[in-house]
């Protein structure tokens, strides 16, 4: 029996020891909330608009002994309440989103391990009393670069002996022809997140480069952001073996044919240009801005390419000969 009562104590400890494990989650007020991997994750449930964080019990308090680590507060949250994050005793680090203009009194009051705060807002958000009373003295906060100064004077922010600027960059994805992808704003030295694929009719997605040439591809899981970037997509057109060559001068217009490094395209303004090979991987990519394009190949091998235009659904196509 008392072994039977041993064995149930056990479980039960190894239960509550995980319970962080599994998500929970909920609403309160305009807000959603989850909790999964010891990270307590906030939002407006709301597809478009804004909305505050109530003041009053708050549902996630109920964890604030557990061994919460980290807070995540999402963009269109505009005020954290009075007491929301009070005894967090296992936080770390905390996200607060650049919509946030307020926060309450004693929001983070006693959490004795918290160690970086993270706020976006450009303006530092007005602080209630002891907002961050009882955290390390240690403690950092990153503000954006441009706004280190305003922090550095304003209430409350002013008293942190750690306040380091932030310096995020726009990774922008260039679809070259395919559905669009949504650009990304990616903290300094930091990974950016691999998008979903892009589509392109008759075309097979071969990942995302750093060169229109796609010479050196992006790894999303090694290579990370330090500067302004765009990456670009590589295709391989699924119909290229089936290409029939144009003969028709006014459909496309590109000379001279053979050519030796440049070759001209005219009455093609606006059409984006692939360049491929005979087995249809694409060798060079470029938009037609003018009516009477140069379109420089020195960097082609010698042999037989496939030039074909694409604008709204029509497309142009002929043989070229690089000598």
Not at 98 to 120: C, K, R, Y
Not at 226 to 250: C, Q, R
Request: contains cysteine; negative net charge.
């Amino acid at each position: 029996m008392k072994k039977n009562i041993a064995s149930l104590v056990a479980t039960l400890l190894i239960f509550a020891t995980a319970q962080l494990s599994f998500a929970q989650s909920g609403t309160f007020g305009e807000l959603s909330w989850r909790i999964a991997n010891n990270t307590l994750t906030i939002g407006v449930t709301a597809d478009t608009g804004s909305a505050p964080m109530n003041d009053g019990w708050t549902p996630w308090s109920r964890y604030a002994d557990s061994s919460i680590s980290t807070i995540i507060i999402e963009d269109r949250v505009t005020t954290i309440a009075a007491q929301a994050f009070v005894n967090f005793t296992e936080l770390t680090a905390v996200t607060i989103p650049s919509s946030v203009t307020t926060i309450g009194i004693a929001a983070f009051q006693n959490s004795p391990n918290l160690e970086s705060v993270i706020s976006l807002n450009p303006t530092p958000p007005m602080l209630g009393s002891n907002v961050f009373l009882g955290i390390p003295n240690d403690a950092c906060v990153f503000v954006p670069e441009s706004s280190l100064n305003a922090y550095q004077t304003a209430d409350g922010w002013s008293e942190f002996l750690c306040l380091q600027a932030l310096s995020f960059h726009t990774v922008t994805f260039n679809s070259q022809g395919g559905s669009d992808v949504e650009s990304q704003t990616v903290e300094h030295g930091e990974t950016a997140e691999q998008p979903i694929n892009p589509r392109r009719r008759n075309h097979t997605f071969e990942g995302w480069y750093i060169d229109t040439r796609f010479t050196t591809a992006w790894d999303f899981a090694t290579d990370v952001v330090t500067s302004d970037t765009t990456l670009f997509a590589k295709w391989t057109f699924d119909g290229a073996t089936n290409i029939v060559e144009t003969h028709e001068p006014a459909s496309l217009q590109a000379f001279p044919n053979p050519f030796i490094n440049e070759i001209h395209i005219a009455d093609a303004e606006d059409f984006s240009l692939q360049v491929l090979t005979q087995t249809g991987v694409i060798a060079h990519t470029q938009q037609i801005t003018k009516p009477l394009e140069i379109v420089n190949l020195q960097g082609l091998q010698a042999g037989i390419y496939i030039l074909r235009l694409e604008k709204n659904g029509e497309v142009r196509t002929a043989r070229i000969v690089k000598q």
